[in-house]
């Protein structure tokens, strides 16, 4: 899957097993050009991050519900009406705003 934002591609990584999910963005080193979905999700936890990233919580049709940019490590997020959470590289978010969709593409 593609999230097209400002006419950049970003690949979404959908993980939906208990290891990919723990594992996600820890100990990653490398400069993330992608991101990740978690669906059925409502908690964003960034402990153990090694860069920051934006968050982005949505309902069960990827409506946009709250934005979080530039998140430091060791963050706990709660949102208990988001359905979804997207982990996104930096500076992705600067140009959604919350109600949104998210439009996902296969190519």
Request: charged share 35%.
């Amino acid at each position: 899957m593609y999230l097209k934002i400002n006419n950049k591609k970003i690949k979404i990584l959908e993980y939906t097993k208990f290891k990919d999910r723990f594992k996600s963005f820890k100990f990653y080193l490398k400069n993330i050009d992608f991101g990740i979905k978690l669906p059925n999700k409502k908690v964003a936890n960034t402990y153990l991050f090694c860069q920051r990233i934006d968050i982005c919580f949505t309902d069960k049709d990827d409506n946009i519900l709250y934005l979080y940019e530039n998140v430091k490590s060791e963050k706990y997020i709660i949102k208990l009406k988001a359905k979804n959470v997207y982990f996104l590289p930096k500076e992705t978010t600067k140009y959604l705003k919350v109600g949104d969709k998210i439009k996902l593409a296969k190519k």
